[in-house]
């Protein structure tokens, strides 16, 4: 399908360098957010409304890291691998 009757069926074309991107970045920021949560919740000494955000987001963190790979499997027939420093996290 050419891009002008992508146009007229009210599709997006896919591009997909700008596919993998949006999906690259957003594993990485849930990876930091995952990471993030983790180290925060080491430091805090009581579980307070913050530490409870906290292990929320980082519970989150995995699942969303998850659907954004099974997304970018399905479309690329690959995973994002994770950075050196994230090699220690399972997902």
Known sequence: MTP???????LIPFEE???REYLDSAIRSW????????????IAKSIDESTKNI??????A??????F???????FGELLVPEKK???NKE
């Open 4 to 10: 002008e009757e992508r146009m007229k069926n009210n």
């Open 17 to 19: 360098d700008a596919i």
């Open 31 to 42: 990876r930091k957010k995952r990471d993030r949560s983790k180290e925060e919740f080491t």
């Open 55 to 60: 292990l929320a987001e980082a519970a989150m």
């Open 62 to 67: 995995k699942y969303y890291i998850d659907a």
């Open 69 to 75: 790979q099974s997304v970018r499997m399905s479309l």
């Open 86 to 88: 994230d090699l220690t």
